[in-house]
Structures are given as structure tokens and as C-alpha cells.
């Protein structure tokens, strides 16, 4: 495949056994290839809309000072001078980079079981998130045995895209794009329900093929990517699919080698796949023929893995990596900043996985970074983590907690960006 996406990423050093990447805090630097991030931008069935506020900033407000400026100078000769000199601060780089420091971006990810929304501003080599959300919303709840998405569902999704929305408006975002995944991409009802989203909130959902959600996962994540020669794997257990993209980054710019997504995350797994869980030794059992089913659909990409692949670089993005990495931790309670950008053993965190998997419901309702919310889940995201191990064996596992949306916010600033120095051009 072959295909650029980002520039090479400054990677941490192959080291401790709990490592973390130093160049993780400049993971979302926006530095793309102009041609890949302008394709993102300026698709006008992307999903990316211009808020109001934006028009309004572009178009009327900046005439508006601009006139009033102008009156003011021809009443006071005297003040010319002065604002001569603010219209050209204005319009050199020093008050261009202050406008942009002030310019919110947003991304909106509508998963089969979360719906995540992070609002940005752009700093000099990264972003700062100003706001942000993140609900269990099961959208692809009942989706495997009906083939449409419950009344209910859809009832939960709208409430947390109603947050969203006012978040949206509070936050002032003049670009934004908002994507819908596999429960929508399934579901007989999809099309409906994204109509059903921009007629109560506003908000224009993009359903997006498994490739681009393969891409976005991969551009918001892959700079936490361990230091190493040959391919990595890079993977995103999502609740209606799982992506995973074979990386190539010999070159100054990373590659995309191969990439596969099989229909089977979290929600969709646990619906489809039913078994004995009365004994420990039932829920092995269980367990055990669940991975065999998940190893089984990556039967065609694992033929075309490469045998000879150096150091095997493996890269995790989604709930199941994280829970199992605050695990391994031992956290009271979940932390971002504690996982996201750890190198943890691959051998330790399948150990964790089984254990988990032999656990009753109550048992792993216990843990306090699992709770009851995802006890019925997990064991699944356990189940397609390790058969991914059985088809890519790195010793390590990189943990990221960000992706597509990550990926969206990087994409809206550098072809935002890129945009406005062709009009300035």
C-alpha cells in the first residue's frame, strides 16, 4: 500500500521496562504532508463544518473593526498613526500566531460504544486541549442480533451529542469534523439516525470507511511508537470493529504497509459470542475458544505479516489497552497521564488478560478501573488483544490513550494552517 500520512516521529529510546516515550507531549504536533492533510480538509462531504462563529470572525466582525478603525482615524488625524500601526500588527506574524492561539478546533468521535468529543487551540509544536467529554453510550447495543440500532441506543447517543453540542457553542470552535464508525456504517438505520443527529443538535456526523478510521487512529498515536528498525503494528479495538496497520518507518516519512478491520470489538463481540461462564474453568474454556474465533478473521492479514520483522513494534490505541494497562499498574483509579505513552511486557499484560477472563462478572466488577460498566466487556477486548499478540509477538506493548480524534484535530490544524498561507501567498 505504501501510503504517507505523517513525517517520521521522534521516537524514545528501546529502554526501561516501563517506559514512556519522551516525545509524547509533542505527539500531536501538526507537521503533515500538505497534500494528505488538504485532501482531509477540503472534502465538503468530509463532515468538517465551519461553525458560525468562524463566518462571523471572517467575514463581519474583522470589516467591522477595519471600518471602524478607518472612521476613527479620519475624526482623529492625530490617532492615524496608531492605527496604521494595529492594522499592521495585525497582519503580520506575531498577531497572526495570537489569533490562532485563540482558535478552537474540534473532533467528535461516535463510536459502537463511546462517544468522545476534545476541543484544541494550537500551540507553536503541538495543541492544548481546552475542553473535553467522553460517555459510554453502547450504540451498537442489540445491533449483532437485529442488524439496526435500539430506540434506546440511539436515545443515548443524542443526549451525549446534545453535551457535545453546547460544548461546541460555549467553546466558540470555528473548525470541526465529527465521524460516525462501524454501528453506523452496519446498522440498517444508520442513515436515519445521522439525520435524526443534525435535525436535535447541529451536528453533521461523517460515517467513515474502516480505512480512514484505520488512518485517523494511526495518525493521532504513532509518534509514541518505540525506537526500532522494521515495521510496527498498530491497533484500534474499537466496539463494532478492530483496525490494525502495519507501519513502515525506515523513511523520513512513516508508511502505511498493510492494514486489515474485522468486525469484531468489544460490543459486538460479546453479543455474537455466548458461553458457559458457571465455573472458572467454564470461562477458560470459553475464553479460550473466543480467541480462536477472533485469531481466525486475522487468518488472511497475518499470512501477508512479514516473517523477518526486526524488533516487532506493537502499539495498542483503545479502552481494552488502557483498563489492562491501569491494571497492570495497580491505579485506585483510572489516570491518563499514568498510561498513556507506557512500553509494557506483552507476556504481562496476556498474563493479566487471562486473569481477567477466568474472573466472574462480580469479580472483575471489582477492579476498581474496570467497575461493572466494563465487566461485561472486557473479557472481548482481552480475547482480540491476545490473538493479535499470537499473530504479531513483540516483546513490548505500547499503550496510547489517543487516537481519532487526536488524529482529527492534528489533520483541521495543519490543513487549516496550510490553507490560510495559500490565500496569504
Known amino acids: 500500500m505504501g501510503d504517507p500520512f505523517a513525517p517520521s516521529p521522534h521516537k524514545s529510546k528501546f529502554g526501561n521496562r516501563l517506559a514512556r516515550s519522551p516525545s509524547q507531549d509533542a505527539a500531536t504536533r501538526p507537521n503533515f504532508v500538505k497534500g494528505e492533510m488538504q485532501s482531509v480538509v477540503s472534502d465538503a462531504s468530509s463532515g468538517i463544518a465551519r461553525t458560525p462563529a468562524h463566518n462571523a470572525g471572517k467575514n463581519g466582525a474583522a470589516i467591522c473593526r477595519d471600518n471602524a478603525g478607518k472612521k476613527a482615524a479620519a475624526r482623529h488625524p492625530e490617532r492615524r498613526s496608531n492605527t496604521d500601526r494595529r492594522v499592521r500588527q495585525r497582519g503580520n506574524g506575531d498577531g497572526r500566531r495570537g489569533w490562532i492561539s485563540k482558535t478552537a478546533y474540534a473532533a467528535l468521535d461516535l463510536g459502537t460504544n463511546n462517544c468522545r468529543l476534545l476541543i484544541a487551540r494550537p500551540t507553536q509544536q503541538s495543541f492544548t486541549v481546552i475542553d473535553a467529554f467522553s460517555r459510554v453510550v453502547r450504540l451498537g447495543e442489540g445491533l449483532a442480533s437485529n442488524g439496526r440500532m435500539s430506540e434506546a441506543a440511539m436515545d443515548r447517543a443524542v443526549e451525549a451529542l446534545g453535551i457535545c453540542a453546547q460544548k461546541l457553542k460555549k467553546r466558540n470552535v470555528v473548525l470541526a469534523r465529527s465521524v460516525a464508525t462501524e454501528a453506523?456504517?452496519?446498522?440498517?438505520?444508520?442513515?436515519?439516525?445521522?439525520?435524526?443527529?443534525?435535525?436535535?443538535?447541529?451536528?453533521?456526523?461523517d460515517i467513515i470507511p474502516p480505512r480512514e478510521e484505520a488512518r485517523l487512529a494511526v495518525m493521532g498515536c504513532y509518534t509514541l511508537l518505540e525506537q526500532g528498525e522494521g515495521p510496527a503494528l498498530i491497533f484500534d479495538i474499537g466496539g463494532g470493529s478492530t483496525e490494525l496497520v502495519l507501519v513502515g518507518t525506515d523513511g523520513a516519512v512513516p508508511t502505511i504497509l498493510d492494514w486489515v478491520s474485522v468486525p469484531w470489538g468489544v460490543v459486538s463481540l460479546t453479543e455474537s459470542f455466548e458461553y458457559d461462564q458457571s465455573s472458572r474453568a467454564a470461562r477458560i474454556k470459553g475464553y479460550e475458544d473466543m480467541c480462536a474465533l477472533v485469531r481466525s478473521s486475522f487468518t488472511e492479514f497475518a499470512a501477508r505479516l512479514p516473517?523477518?520483522?526486526g524488533m516487532r513494534r506493537l502499539m495498542g490505541t483503545s479502552g481494552t489497552v488502557t483498563t489492562l494497562s491501569s491494571v497492570y499498574l495497580d491505579l485506585p483509579s483510572y489516570n491518563r497521564s499514568a498510561v498513556d505513552g507506557l512500553h509494557l511486557p506483552s507476556q504481562d499484560m496476556r498474563s493479566i488478560a487471562r486473569e481477567i477472563?477466568?474472573?466472574?462478572?462480580?469479580?472483575?466488577?471489582?477492579?476498581p478501573t474496570i467497575g461493572h460498566d466494563r465487566a461485561d466487556l472486557v473479557v472481548a477486548g482481552c480475547a482480540i488483544m491476545e490473538a493479535i499478540f499470537d499473530i504479531w509477538p513483540g516483546d513490548r506493548l505500547g499503550v496510547a490513550d489517543r487516537g481519532i480524534r487526536e488524529g482529527i484535530l492534528r489533520a483541521l490544524m495543519a490543513g487549516d494552517n496550510s490553507n490560510r498561507n495559500r490565500r496569504r501567498g
Open 357 to 367: 477472563a477466568a474472573c466472574s462478572p462480580g469479580e472483575r466488577a471489582e477492579y
Open 307 to 309: 516473517a523477518d520483522a
Open 184 to 205: 453506523c456504517r452496519q446498522a440498517d438505520n444508520g442513515e436515519a439516525f445521522i439525520k435524526r443527529v443534525a435535525r436535535e443538535t447541529g451536528i453533521l456526523l
